[in-house]
T-cell receptor, first 112, second 113 residues
Framework: KQEVTQIPAALSVPEGENLVLNCSFT??????LQWFRQDPGKGLTSLLL?????REQTSGRLNASLDKSSGRSTLYIAASQPGDSATYLC???????????FGAGTRLFVKA | EPEVTQTPSHQVTQMGQEVILRCVPI?????FYWYRQILGQKVEFLVS????????KSEIFDDQFSVERPDGSNFTLKIRSTKLEDSAMYFC???????????FGQGTRLTVV
């Protein structure tokens, strides 16, 4: 049964710092991995999607990597800003691509 | 920008009542999903739907739950007889194709009293 773990559970950093969020999953037979952002009481916003055949994806200040064989992904946020404060969720889809399992998230607070 | 819309944003219902949560996925998307998030817990997969049938469902999605695409735009989740533990935020999502970027709605907060 696929399990997704995210470390750390919470993180507080000063503005401008570069940071890394970690995600691990127990079953390497995935279809893809997606990073989301969730603001309090709101829906999920897709940040980056990495297909199982890819190693990384970049969008602006965000870079996500995937090491499928070791069951790990990292989300790198460069030059963090207070507006980055949110919960970041990692999610993996099974081999069929129809079922997605989420981690519990990393709650990020960026201090001005 | 196209978005997934969900109605209502908040629904309060009595235990044992039926509820229908509604979603309008992005118009050219073909795959539809329901998730739920109990307060303070992980987002949990409920069901995926493609070509007018369920593609996959979780153990949470028992006989009390059903999904339907009654017309070309709406995608609904019905809970037949609500329980207190069904109280959660329910999210609808859609993807253009299998395994592509998922777009989520803002959610319906269901409170069962």
């Amino acid at each position: 049964k696929q399990e997704v773990t995210q470390i750390p559970a919470a993180l507080s950093v000063p503005e401008g710092e570069n940071l890394v969020l970690n995600c691990s999953f127990t079953d390497s037979a995935i279809y893809n991995l997606q990073w989301f952002r969730q603001d309090p009481g709101k829906g999920l916003t897709s940040l980056l999607l990495i297909q199982s055949s890819q190693r990384e994806q970049t969008s602006g200040r965000l870079n996500a990597s995937l090491d499928k064989s070791s069951g790990r992904s990292t989300l790198y946020i460069a030059a963090s800003q207070p507006g980055d404060s949110a919960t970041y969720l990692c999610a993996v889809s099974n081999t069929g691509g129809f079922k997605t399992i989420f981690g519990a998230g990393t709650r990020l607070f960026v201090k001005a | 920008e196209p978005e997934v819309t969900q109605t209502p944003s908040h629904q309060v219902t009595q235990m044992g009542q039926e509820v229908i949560l509604r979603c309008v996925p992005i118009s050219n998307h073909l795959y539809f999903y329901w998730y739920r998030q109990i307060l303070g817990q992980k987002v949990e997969f409920l069901v995926s739907f493609y070509n007018n049938e369920i593609s996959e469902k979780s153990e949470i999605f028992d006989d009390q739950f059903s999904v339907e695409r009654p017309d070309g735009s709406n995608f609904t989740l019905k809970i037949r007889s609500t329980k207190l533990e069904d109280s959660a935020m329910y999210f609808c999502a859609s993807t253009r194709d299998r395994g592509t970027e998922a777009f989520f709605g803002q959610g319906t907060r269901l409170t069962v009293v």
